[in-house]
């Protein structure tokens, strides 16, 4: 397993489209995390599944924003009539839900461009 | 709600130079605290951590101590390289259930 995997790593849309990303966590990592990192900025939370269930989204995540883990495995994020606002990357990140905090591990990221 | 506060950068740094980044947050709980480092063109990747207070994290030279009593997680390294320079996360996380991190500190070093 080399990590976790976004695809596509850069996305150019026009305003008003629809896109949906991809994020395939580690194999075994039962948690997974979408945030979204705007330049200068630290990555901020957008949601949170844990297997299949969605239990947590941000109140960043407004109605045009959806996400699906329909198996507990890869999760997708659809961001609907996009926003020149939109434009970020997008960071997923997967763990495991042991003891502890657990340590989140990132890929690389989905960057938007909404133009 | 939880926040994490770190200190703005740019810092610039020549090579072999003691590095400190501040870092401060605010919790309802008992948090466990991270350092991420982001490389260029990299994603983020975790650099150390800390699960209770008092506790040291270190790796790759780097340090950082959980300080309950002033709230605080400072990165320190004692010889900074042309290599660490890097955009570095100061972060929290209660119960696991999402990570919640600083704006980030760039961190230049000069051969």
């Known amino acids: 397993d080399t990590g976790v995997s976004q695809d596509p790593r850069h996305k150019i849309t026009k305003r008003g489209q629809n896109v949906t990303f991809r994020c395939d966590p580690i194999?075994?990592?039962?948690?997974l995390y979408w945030y979204r990192q705007t330049l200068g900025q630290g990555p901020e939370f957008l949601t949170y599944?844990?297997?299949?269930?969605?239990?947590?989204k941000s109140r960043l995540l407004s109605d045009r924003f959806s996400a699906e883990r329909p198996k507990g495995s890869f999760s997708t994020l659809e961001i609907q009539r996009t926003e020149q606002g939109d434009s970020a990357m997008y960071l997923c990140?997967?763990?495991?839900?042991?003891?502890?905090?657990?340590?989140?591990?990132f890929g690389q990221g989905t960057r938007l461009t909404v133009v | 709600g939880d926040s994490v506060t770190q200190m703005e950068g740019p810092v610039t740094l020549s090579e072999e130079a003691f590095l400190t980044i501040n870092c401060t947050y605010t919790?309802?709980?008992?948090?466990?605290l991270f350092w991420y480092v982001q490389y260029p063109g990299e994603g983020l990747q975790l650099l150390l951590k800390a699960t209770k207070a008092d506790d040291k994290g270190s790796n790759k030279g780097f340090e950082a101590t959980y300080r309950k009593e002033t709230t605080s997680f400072h990165l320190e390294k004692g010889s900074v390289q042309v290599s660490d320079s890097a955009v570095y996360f100061c972060a929290l996380s209660e119960g696991g259930f999402k990570t919640i991190f600083g704006a980030g500190t760039r961190l230049f070093v000069k051969a």
């Open positions: 919790a309802t709980g008992y948090p466990s």
């Open positions: 599944f844990q297997n299949e269930a969605q239990l947590e």
């Open positions: 194999s075994e990592h039962n948690r």
């Open positions: 990140a997967s763990s495991f839900d042991g003891q502890g905090d657990p340590e989140a591990f």
